[in-house]
């Protein structure tokens, strides 16, 4: 009877964080992406995909805020969902949180060590980003329902 060899699964766990992290080709072409615009971007197969959500009008909505938020939403919800655009989204966002996710990659390109910051990173972030969308759609939804009721 063979013993010993490879037990699967024995040996240390891969930390869940480097494996899904971008690699050096990887974050160098995301972070070259963001030189180029939305359309440019799109145009390199990041398509717009057709969404369930209903378009946010004008009319549905008391505050002209409340419906511009409902609209950046939407555009969002149609946005392709692959990796490196959720990347891609994080780099452009406006302040810390964009800095800090253009610093993770910048590091990840570079070949540094990136262990210092990657608990931003180290949670699967796609599906929290999806799971607070949902949430937020939701809850305009909910507003958008109670004013149509109030309306009545
Ligand atoms: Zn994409």
């Known amino acids: 009877m063979p013993r010993g060899g490879k037990r699967s699964g024995a040996g240390r766990r ?14 160098s072409s995301i972070l070259d992406g ?6 440019e971007w799109k145009a390199q197969g990041h ?10 009008r004008v009319a549905d909505f008391a505050a002209t805020g409340d ?5 950046k939403w939407w555009e969002a919800s149609k946005a392709c969902q692959c990796e490196d655009c959720l ?10 949180a964009g800095r800090e996710a253009r610093r993770y990659l910048w590091d990840r390109r570079d070949g540094h060590s990136v262990r210092n910051i990657n608990h ?3 949670k699967p972030i796609d599906l929290n980003v999806n ?3 949902a949430e937020i759609v ?3 939804r909910h507003r958008k329902q109670e004013y149509e009721r109030s309306r009545k």
Do not use: F
């Open 14 to 27: 891969k930390v869940e964080a480097e494996s899904k992290a971008p690699n050096k080709a990887r974050a």
């Open 34 to 39: 963001l030189a180029l615009t939305d359309d």
């Open 47 to 56: 398509p717009d995909h057709a969404t369930a959500e209903p378009e946010p």
């Open 67 to 71: 419906y511009r938020q409902a609209r």
């Open 87 to 96: 990347w891609r989204r994080d780099c452009l966002q406006p302040g810390p």
């Open 120 to 122: 931003i990173h180290d």
């Open 131 to 133: 799971l607070s969308m």
């Open 138 to 140: 939701r809850a305009v």
